[in-house]
C-alpha cells in the first residue's frame, strides 16, 4: 500500500496568518492519464470530512479560495493564506491511485 | 441536495454481528461507487470497503477480509456493509462516502456516521 506522512501533526496558528500542511506518499501519485490523484479533506470538530481539494489543486464546491494545494509525484502541500477560526480541525491527504490511504492527520488550532 | 444517511450502528458483543446501512438521497444513486470508511476513537481514518455503482466489483481492506460484505440495493437508494465475527479493534464511527471518480477513488460527499462499539 501507499504510505501518505503529513507533517506536521499539530499546527498552532494566529488568525489572519498562513498555514501549510506538506504530505508526502511512499510511490508518485502520476497516473498514466497525465493527472495526479492527491486530494485533501477536513474534518471539523464533531463533523464527517469534508472535501477541499480533488487532483492536487482544484478547490471543491463552495471551499474558499484562501485554501490552495499545490505538488507533484510524492510532495504536496495544502496552504491557507490567511487561517480563520473556521478552519480548526484535523486534514488529511489522501491517495487515490490505488487501494485508499490516508494521512494519519494534522490537526489545526487557533492560538 | 446530496444527503447519505447511516444507521444501524451500536454496543455488541465480540464475535457477534451487526449491519449498517447508509440510504443515499438527492442524486442518482445508481451512478456512483460507495466506500465504508471507518475511524477508531481519536484516530485517523481508515478505508473498508469500496462497491462500484452496479454493484459488480466489490473490494476490501485486508483487516476486515472475509468478515465484512459490502453491497447495495439500487432499487432502494441504500448502501449496506454487514459485519461479522467483529472484534474490539472494530470499534469505530464508519462513514459511508460517495466516490465519483471514474480512474481514481475520492470522496465528495460523506455521511454523519455510525458508531459501532464491539465490547463484551
Known amino acids: 500500500d501507499i504510505v501518505m506522512t503529513q507533517t506536521p501533526l499539530y499546527l498552532s496558528v494566529t488568525p489572519g496568518q498562513p498555514a501549510s500542511i506538506s504530505c508526502k506518499s511512499s510511490?508518485?501519485?502520476?497516473?498514466?492519464?497525465?493527472?495526479?490523484?492527491l486530494y485533501w479533506y477536513l474534518q471539523k470538530p464533531g463533523q464527517s470530512p469534508q472535501l477541499l481539494i480533488y487532483e492536487v489543486s482544484s478547490r471543491f464546491s463552495g471551499v474558499p479560495d484562501r485554501f490552495s494545494g499545490s505538488g507533484s509525484g510524492t510532495d504536496f502541500t495544502l496552504k491557507i493564506s490567511r487561517v480563520e477560526a473556521e478552519d480548526v480541525g484535523v486534514y488529511y491527504c489522501?491517495?487515490?491511485?490505488?487501494?485508499?490511504?490516508f494521512g494519519q492527520g494534522t490537526r489545526l488550532e487557533i492560538k | 441536495q446530496v444527503q447519505l444517511v447511516e444507521s444501524g450502528g451500536g454496543v455488541v458483543q465480540p464475535g457477534r454481528s451487526l449491519r449498517l446501512s447508509c440510504a443515499a438521497s438527492?442524486?442518482?444513486?445508481?451512478?456512483?461507487?460507495f466506500h465504508w470508511v471507518r475511524q477508531a476513537p481519536g484516530k485517523g481514518l481508515e478505508w473498508v470497503a469500496l462497491?462500484?455503482?452496479?454493484?459488480?466489483?466489490?473490494y476490501y481492506a485486508e483487516s476486515v477480509k472475509g468478515r465484512f460484505t459490502i453491497s447495495r440495493d439500487n432499487s432502494k437508494n441504500t448502501l449496506y456493509l454487514q459485519m461479522n465475527s467483529l472484534r474490539a479493534e472494530d470499534t469505530a464511527v464508519y462513514y459511508c462516502?460517495?466516490?465519483?471518480?471514474?480512474?481514481?477513488?475520492?470522496?465528495?460527499?460523506w455521511g454523519q456516521g455510525a458508531l459501532v462499539t464491539v465490547s463484551s
Open positions: 510511490r508518485s501519485l502520476l497516473h498514466s492519464d497525465g493527472k495526479t490523484y
Open positions: 438527492g442524486f442518482s444513486f445508481s451512478s456512483y461507487g
Open positions: 489522501q491517495q487515490g491511485i490505488q487501494v485508499i490511504t
Open positions: 462497491i462500484w455503482y452496479d454493484g459488480s466489483n466489490k
Open positions: 462516502a460517495r466516490d465519483p471518480g471514474t480512474v481514481a477513488f475520492f470522496y465528495d460527499y
